[in-house]
């Protein structure tokens, strides 16, 4: 639900160092599983499955669409002699709802716990175990794990429940070999602690863009006049006035803290996924827009405003804080949309990102109030109000106007309503950035805008930067991903209109022509052979190879090429993510078409294998029927690593050539990654 405000701002001012932690390549356990029984009577029992989740991690929920990632599944071993089922697998825990752009699909998980039950009727009359096994998917911001575990309940001859068994086998990985490299994997805490700072970087922007608004710049010179008045002494009034902005800082943040609290994660997911809430923060945003251009104004009832009034003219601490709540409440008008942009922002449940970033956001918005109410002669400095303030407030209205898009995309998106696809999406944005490139240059004009005589350099550089804005929207029209914003966008599958494809698959079909005229009846890329299960699996950005290993390795020594192993999954989010932002690099995507045979290993894919390809598992010893368990046990027994994307370069007597790799966002480090491999197999030859 990530990023409605995060990214709204394109160039950072200032670099951050964070604290990396690594931890050994291995197979990792984000989820442990717990189980228990009751019995309800001597004929029936209930069985629980009790799931700790690590923080950071989720687990997938049990009713997931078909498209999206591997739903939590418990299975049973059939045994129609001692029991049946009487009911329904129940979830005790609430699951959270969210809408995933990536696969466009309304999704539910659990985020530190889950809680299942069944009831089961006994039938025999003698000593029993109801066997089964339990699969998911769990995933982090980094990376995903598929897992499996077994269970056992033994049942007496009573139907009493005796404690149930845990059968998961203890995995002990090979020991690594010679040609075998380590790899460190970045911890998820990390990652959170990265977000949440960027969170209150972007949050402290907004506060200090907060004040820039025609609402609240005339009252800096109201604070100074309010403490100049003052009849305390110097020191009493430099206290007064750190009381005034501790004061601005707390009233915002408690309203985060109420948000986090009495909210929560479920009506957080609801508010940021609904139709509802979204269709309402839509006309909010257009509202607020219409009203900064000035077609009326929004002001809180005087009542409320003339109350505090009464409190600070009595002066005191009582009264600075009373002064500082006058503030927030006139300035509502024009924080109002900002403070709900960090809001909405927030909705994930998470019980400290709406805190944080209401801490940013005061904590800016109250710093020149209180410097000024610390030093009243800077006043003489100051900017004078008047029209430059309502160019201020007409620029945020153009940009209201942009961002309330976004809200009605999520509705239509969710519900698949189709009157906001991507082009259109775009088509919108183009058209509002236009107007406000225009009038910056002050060839638009609005109701309460002063007369422009001439473009000041600052205008100047703002409508260079609004134009450039739109020429770089103008190729999303016809395809293009437009990553820097993509946060914002549509997903690329409600585009009709797809250039880019429509030139790749044109590219494919000659590349198929040649191959076939010179005798070689395969694509441009001279594939050895058609490869095993490319009916229902492929590669992205019209790249070709393999999805069987030992085909794959066939065609690499015919071919003299090395190998790049891509360890993914249907349901793998961030192997998505690296796909849609790294593979789809030019340079990356010409490296891996040239240099290397592809081997695309499905790990969460159903499909069963025939029996001869069959294998029986080296560390669990259970016989893997199909395609995504085979590869699963592949790289767990090859690598000692289960997390996906994880992606390992080979040569043709499968040794390592360059260390493996996993999630990564940056082109230029999995470029660098593809060259050194290359490398190596060249210089082994």
Request: charged fraction near 15%.
């Amino acid at each position: 639900m990530r990023n409605i405000f995060t990214k709204t701002v394109i160039f950072p001012v200032f670099g951050m160092l964070l604290l990396g932690l690594n931890l050994s390549a291995q197979v990792v356990s984000p989820v442990k599983w717990s189980f228990s029984q009751k019995k309800i009577s001597d004929k029936e029992i209930e069985v629980s499955f009790n799931a700790t989740i690590v923080h950071g991690w989720h687990l997938y929920g049990t009713d997931l669409p078909d498209g999206g990632p591997v739903s939590t599944s418990v299975k049973f071993t059939p045994d129609s002699t001692n029991y049946k089922f009487s009911g329904v697998l129940v979830s005790v825990t609430k699951p959270i709802k969210t809408f995933d752009k990536t696969f466009n699909l309304e999704l539910s998980y659990y985020a530190s716990e889950a809680h299942f039950t069944r009831r089961i009727q006994i039938i025999g009359s003698h000593p029993f175990s109801i066997k089964g096994s339990i699969e998911y998917q769990s995933c982090n911001d980094e990376t995903c794990t598929m897992d499996e575990v077994d269970f056992s309940f033994p049942v007496n001859e009573s139907g009493a429940a005796a404690e149930a068994a845990v059968s998961k086998p203890v995995v002990s990985l090979p020991e690594a070999k010679a040609d075998q490299q380590v790899i460190s994997v970045p911890a998820n805490p990390a990652g959170e602690h990265h977000s949440l700072i960027w969170f209150l970087f972007f949050s402290f922007i907004a506060g200090l863009a907060a004040i820039l608004t025609p609402c609240v710049f005339p009252m800096i010179p109201m604070t100074v006049s309010f403490f100049m008045n003052s009849n305390k002494t110097k020191w009493e009034a430099k206290f007064q006035a750190l009381v005034y902005g501790a004061s601005i800082i707390l009233i915002y943040t408690l309203i985060g803290t109420v948000v986090a609290v009495t909210l929560g994660a479920d009506f957080a997911n609801w508010l940021s996924t609904h139709w509802l809430p979204n269709v309402l923060f839509f006309i909010i945003f257009v509202v607020f827009a219409f009203s900064f251009f000035g077609a009326f104004e929004i002001i809180l009832p005087s009542s409320w405003i003339n109350k505090s009034d009464d409190k600070v003219s009595k002066g005191g601490v009582g009264g600075a804080f009373f002064m500082a709540l006058t503030l927030v409440l006139v300035s509502f008008s024009c924080t109002g949309p900002i403070v709900g942009a960090i809001l909405v922002e927030s909705a994930g449940g998470m019980i400290l990102k709406p805190i944080v970033g209401m801490f940013g956001f005061s904590l800016a918005f109250a710093l020149p109030f209180t410097l000024f109410a610390l030093f009243p002669q800077w006043l003489n400095n100051l900017p004078k109000s008047g029209g430059w303030l309502n160019s201020v407030k007409v620029v945020l209205g153009f940009i209201e106007l942009a961002l309330g898009l976004k809200f009605l995309s999520i509705a239509d998106q969710t519900y698949h309503w189709r009157i906001l696809d991507r082009e259109v999406y775009i088509a919108f944005w183009i058209v509002i950035f236009t107007l406000m490139g225009i009038y910056l240059l002050g060839k638009l004009k609005f109701a309460h805008d002063s007369e422009v005589k001439h473009v000041s350099v600052g205008r100047l550089m703002l409508a260079i930067v609004t134009f450039t804005f739109v020429v770089y929207l103008i190729p999303g029209m016809f395809g293009a991903p437009l990553k820097a914003i993509s946060g914002y966008m549509p997903p690329m599958t409600t585009h009709d209109f797809d250039l880019h494809k429509i030139i790749r698959d044109e590219v494919k079909l000659v590349g198929s022509s040649r191959g076939n005229l010179e005798g070689k009846g395969v694509s441009g890329n001279s594939l050895c052979e058609k490869p095993k299960y490319s009916e229902f699996l492929e590669l992205p950005h019209g790249l070709e190879g393999y999805f069987d290993f030992e085909q794959g390795l066939a065609c690499a020594k015919v071919q003299n090429k090395p190998i790049f192993i891509d360890f993914t999954g249907h349901g793998c989010v961030n192997c998505r993510e690296m796909e849609a932002n790294v593979w789809s690099d030019p340079r990356v995507l010409e490296r891996l078409s040239r240099d290397f045979v592809i081997i695309a290993l499905y790990v969460d894919d159903k499909t069963t294998m025939p029996e001869s390809d069959w294998i029986t598992s080296s560390y669990d010893h259970k016989v893997k029927q199909t395609i995504g368990k085979k590869f699963a046990d592949f790289q767990i027994a090859r690598f000692g690593v289960n997390a996906q994307p994880y992606y390992v370069i080979l040569d043709h007597n499968q040794k390592l050539l360059v260390q493996p790799t996993a999630r990564d966002l940056n082109p230029d480090h999995f470029i660098d990654f593809l060259d050194r491999g290359l490398a190596a197999f060249k210089a082994a030859k």
